[in-house]
């Protein structure tokens, strides 16, 4: 039998935790750095899992410039123009070839890491040849390539990539697609985790991320710890009484600008809250 290690993670009494995260961190990133306008479109003004499914996946090339709507909370979004509608499973196809093809994985890996998801919910399964399809539309209706060759140019040229951040790495791989691969989620990944912990762009000088989190909202405090961070999130431990008082310092402190092309985007802050991590809260 299988349970899940967040239903052990608990808050002793009088204690509560508070989970932050960035929300879909990395496709800000894709976004703004390939400078895609409906991947733009689709995180400034929709869900982007909903728009991929609707707009790239099962609805594309209607004509409609579809908006989605929710027709059943968390079920169902329509589209008031055409009416069509994005159910719960597509908008998982949706969810899973964002994954996937951001960084170069190829349509048959795709289906290979889907399936192998297939023994949970929602059951779901997909053929080579689906997959395929999935994938090319995936790519008609997000148009990375531009973003992509920049990249072969930049390895030709230096074999470095240089994040926003201004971190440089060095790639040693063999010339080749698996090189390409790591290149291209280096900048999205590496970016992600210095943008949550709290490095600032010069350009913009402002403070914030999990640095100043823990600074202003938790070392001042003997009570207060900082349990979790993995990546793009985080859990505090706080006394139960003054935890709502947190809420809007963090996310304050967490959503902070970004620049990336000379464009500027905040990336949008997810806070939850409960006595068991895998019993939280989202606060509103
Ligand atoms: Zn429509």
């Given amino acids: 039998m299988k349970i899940s290690i967040r239903s052990m993670i608990q808050a002793p009494p009088n204690k509560v935790l508070i989970a932050f995260d960035l929300s879909q961190a990395e496709s800000w990133i894709v976004a703004f750095r390939s400078n895609e306008r409906n991947m733009k479109q689709a995180l400034l003004y929709g869900d982007i899992h909903t728009e991929t499914a609707g707009n790239a996946l099962f609805h594309a090339n209607t004509g ?11 079920e169902i979004w329509a589209c008031p123009l055409c009416e069509l509608e994005v159910t719960k499973l597509m908008r998982y196809v949706g969810k899973r070839y964002n994954h996937a093809s951001a960084y170069r994985m190829g349509a048959e890996r795709a289906a290979q890491v889907i399936n192998k998801d297939s023994d949970k919910p929602p059951y779901f399964t997909v053929t080579v040849k689906q ?3 999935f994938s090319e ?3 008609s209706y997000y148009n990375l390539k531009p973003w992509w060759y920049n990249i072969e140019e930049q390895l030709n040229r230096t074999r470095t990539i240089t994040t926003v951040y201004g971190r440089t790495r060095m790639f040693f ?12 989620a280096y900048e999205p990944q590496s970016t992600v ?20 989190v823990y600074l202003q909202l938790v070392k001042p405090y003997d009570d207060h710890r900082v349990i979790n961070q993995s990546h793009d999130s985080a859990i505090l431990e706080v006394p139960k009484s003054i ?11 967490m959503m902070r600008p ?11 802050v997810d806070v939850e809250w409960g006595e068991r991590w895998s019993e939280m809260e989202k606060v509103a």
């Fill in 64 to 74: 409609c410039p579809h908006t989605w709507n929710i027709k059943i909370k968390g």
């Fill in 131 to 133: 997959s395929k399809v």
């Fill in 137 to 139: 539309s995936w790519h």
């Fill in 173 to 184: 791989k063999q010339w080749g697609n698996e090189l390409f691969k790591e290149a291209t």
């Fill in 193 to 212: 985790g210095d943008h949550f912990n709290g490095m600032v762009q010069p350009d913009l000088n402002i403070k914030g991320g999990l640095r100043e």
């Fill in 243 to 253: 935890a709502p008082d947190l809420f809007d310092p963090i996310k304050k402190l």
């Fill in 258 to 268: 970004l620049v990336i092309n000379n464009e500027e985007f905040t990336i949008p």
